[in-house]
């Protein structure tokens, strides 16, 4: 891996730290500590990122490699401080590594250890020096772990601290920023933690447009086989839409509420996106869900998706990756298993370009079958249709009739409008009846350069 800038190096460590806390058995601390000082005459921030996890594996920095370019270069000097211990450790190690050195022998150095006089812990802490504003790298940090809070990793609480040893720092004082969310999670589902997680951050992100109650979230997690060895590559989406009151003032929907943020998250920490990302998101089809996109663009490291002749009340807020860094398929996969999910759960919701056309025809449909129930002469065949229908025969008229064929019309477009792979038994009909049987559907989806069946393409 090639450091290139500061964002990099501090994730990268925050990263490491988060790994070591997954694989130790009981509840660890993750803290962020920043602290300032002047050298020279010119500020400095030291980043420490220590954890109560298992041991550091010097493997995690020393196939690091620094980028030789003027930003960096005026930033950061190369130098890792490392401090770790392991619970059988009966010292902790200290060392230093220098990835400006070219020479792998020369890069380590070990320092003298530290005695543990026989008390039983582990963990890590790793630091380095940074040339920078303390607010700027503050406000940098404290994005980059609101972010990894939402995941709501089990097991770990974080904590990040900023402050100065100097009068420059003392006059921000010492902070710190309670970190709520990660605490003691129980090792459920980690797809239920991003559900939880981003449900809460898209209702305190928007709390202006009152949307919580709103809210609707489809997850979907694709799986493949990896090798001999029983390496698999596992992708957990989630993607949440809003829909809005109509009495909304539209004057009040700003143009980036009509786009879609994307996170991606690798091992429960943000991280860049991929090519092979990218490339999942233009694949899907779109049009199966109602929605046409117009672009994908990045902004400052965040996706941005815009779609085209998108509702004015009906606003995709959210598309969140967890383990994104795989191959184009299964992030596809586990992103399409997201939207399925959502449109099977909420009636009406991401139709098909096709169901929606379809939709258009309803209501002068359901008006002529009203006409033609109420015209006859038949009163047997009129109040069995009703009682079908589920109108009471005092709210017998034209309006409701109709309204309430209308309704059943849209309910079935919408059940056929799902996902025929999650669903084989027999379609849905205006009027139930166990006579009528179809055989079922064979999903088509996944062949290579090849679209799935539309259930409505008759």
Same mark, same amino acid.
């Given at each position: 891996?090639?450091?290139?800038?500061?964002?990099?190096?501090?994730?990268?460590?925050?990263?490491?730290?988060?790994?070591?806390?997954?694989?130790?058995?009981?509840?660890?601390?993750?803290?962020?500590?920043?602290?300032?000082?002047?050298?020279?005459?010119?500020?400095?921030?030291?980043?420490?990122?220590?954890?109560?996890?298992?041991?550091?594996?010097?493997?995690?920095?020393?196939?690091?490699?620094?980028?030789?370019?003027?930003?960096?270069?005026?930033?950061?000097?190369?130098?890792?401080?490392?401090?770790?211990?392991?619970?059988?450790?009966?010292?902790?190690?200290?060392?230093?590594?220098?990835?400006?050195?070219?020479?792998?022998?020369?890069?380590?150095?070990?320092?003298?250890?530290?005695?543990?006089?026989?008390?039983?812990?582990?963990?890590? !802490?790793?630091?380095? $020096?940074?040339?920078?504003?303390?607010? @700027?790298?503050?406000? *940098? #940090?404290?994005? /980059?772990?609101?972010?990894?809070?939402?995941?709501?990793?089990?097991?770990?609480?974080?904590?990040?601290?900023?402050?100065?040893?100097?009068?420059?720092?003392?006059?921000?004082?010492?902070?710190?920023?309670?970190?709520?969310?990660?605490?003691?999670?129980?090792?459920?589902?980690?797809?239920?933690?991003?559900?939880?997680?981003?449900?809460?951050?898209?209702?305190?992100?928007?709390?202006?447009?009152?949307?919580?109650?709103?809210?609707?979230?489809?997850?979907?997690?694709?799986?493949?086989?990896?090798?001999?060895?029983?390496?698999?590559?596992?992708?957990?989406?989630?993607?949440?839409?809003?829909?809005?009151? !109509?009495?909304?003032? $539209?004057?009040?929907?700003?143009?980036? @509420?009509?786009?879609? *943020? #994307?996170?991606? /998250?690798?091992?429960?920490?943000?991280?860049?996106?991929?090519?092979?990302?990218?490339?999942?998101?233009?694949?899907?089809?779109?049009?199966?869900?109602?929605?046409?996109?117009?672009?994908?663009?990045?902004?400052?490291?965040?996706?941005?998706?815009?779609?085209?002749?998108?509702?004015?009340?009906?606003?995709?807020?959210?598309?969140?990756?967890?383990?994104?860094?795989?191959?184009?398929?299964?992030?596809?996969?586990?992103?399409?298993?997201?939207?399925?999910?959502?449109?099977?759960?909420?009636?009406?919701?991401?139709?098909?370009?096709?169901?929606?056309?379809?939709?258009?025809?309803?209501?002068?449909?359901?008006?002529?079958?009203?006409?033609?129930?109420?015209?006859?002469? @038949?009163?047997?065949?009129?109040?069995?249709?009703?009682?079908?229908?589920?109108?009471?025969?005092?709210?017998?008229?034209?309006?409701?009739?109709?309204?309430?064929?209308?309704?059943?019309?849209?309910?079935?477009?919408?059940?056929?409008?799902?996902?025929?792979?999650?669903?084989?038994?027999?379609?849905?009909?205006?009027?139930?009846?166990?006579?009528?049987?179809?055989?079922?559907?064979?999903?088509?989806?996944?062949?290579?350069?090849?679209?799935?069946?539309?259930?409505?393409?008759?």
């Amino acid at each position: 891996m090639e450091v290139s800038s500061v964002q990099m190096l501090y994730t990268h460590l925050i990263f490491c730290a988060v790994q070591r806390c997954r694989l130790a058995d009981d509840l660890c601390r993750l803290s962020i500590k920043l602290t300032s000082f002047s050298r020279f005459g010119c500020p400095i921030v030291r980043i420490s990122v220590s954890d109560t996890g298992v041991g550091s594996k010097l493997e995690e920095y020393q196939y690091l490699k620094y980028r030789n370019n003027a930003v960096l270069t005026n930033q950061w000097d190369g130098m890792i401080s490392l401090a770790t211990t392991s619970i059988y450790d009966s010292e902790i190690h200290n060392l230093n590594l220098n990835l400006k050195e070219s020479n792998s022998a020369g890069r380590l150095t070990k320092l003298p250890s530290t005695a543990k006089n026989g008390a039983k812990f582990s963990g890590t !802490e790793v630091s380095v $020096s940074i040339s920078k504003s303390l607010d @700027d790298l503050l406000a *940098e #940090v404290t994005c /980059f772990l609101q972010k990894m809070i939402l995941v709501k990793i089990p097991k770990v609480v974080m904590e990040l601290l900023a402050g100065g040893n100097d009068p420059l720092g003392s006059q921000i004082g010492s902070r710190i920023l309670a970190i709520e969310g990660s605490s003691a999670y129980s090792p459920v589902e980690s797809i239920k933690c991003l559900e939880v997680g981003f449900k809460d951050y898209v209702r305190k992100r928007y709390t202006a447009f009152s949307i919580g109650e709103n809210l609707k979230v489809g997850t979907g997690v694709a799986n493949s086989s990896g090798s001999s060895q029983g390496n698999s590559q596992v992708v957990e989406a989630v993607v949440i839409i809003s829909e809005m009151s !109509e009495q909304f003032p $539209s004057s009040c929907i700003r143009e980036q @509420d009509m786009k879609t *943020e #994307v996170l991606y /998250f690798k091992d429960f920490v943000p991280c860049s996106n991929t090519q092979s990302s990218v490339d999942a998101l233009t694949s899907i089809n779109w049009k199966n869900y109602g929605l046409a996109l117009r672009s994908i663009a990045d902004h400052d490291g965040c996706v941005m998706l815009e779609w085209e002749n998108l509702p004015q009340y009906f606003h995709v807020k959210q598309l969140v990756a967890q383990n994104s860094i795989a191959d184009r398929n299964l992030a596809r996969k586990a992103v399409k298993c997201a939207l399925d999910d959502l449109k099977e759960n909420n009636q009406g919701v991401l139709l098909s370009t096709r169901a929606l056309k379809i939709c258009d025809y309803a209501p002068d449909l359901a008006k002529t079958l009203a006409r033609l129930i109420l015209s006859s002469n @038949d009163l047997n065949f009129q109040e069995e249709c009703c009682s079908l229908l589920g109108v009471q025969s005092q709210e017998v008229n034209m309006d409701n009739v109709g309204n309430c064929i209308r309704d059943k019309i849209v309910s079935v477009i919408g059940l056929n409008d799902r996902n025929p792979q999650k669903h084989k038994d027999a379609p849905s009909f205006l009027f139930e009846d166990d006579y009528f049987q179809k055989e079922d559907l064979m999903d088509e989806e996944y062949q290579e350069d090849e679209e799935a069946y539309n259930s409505l393409d008759l």
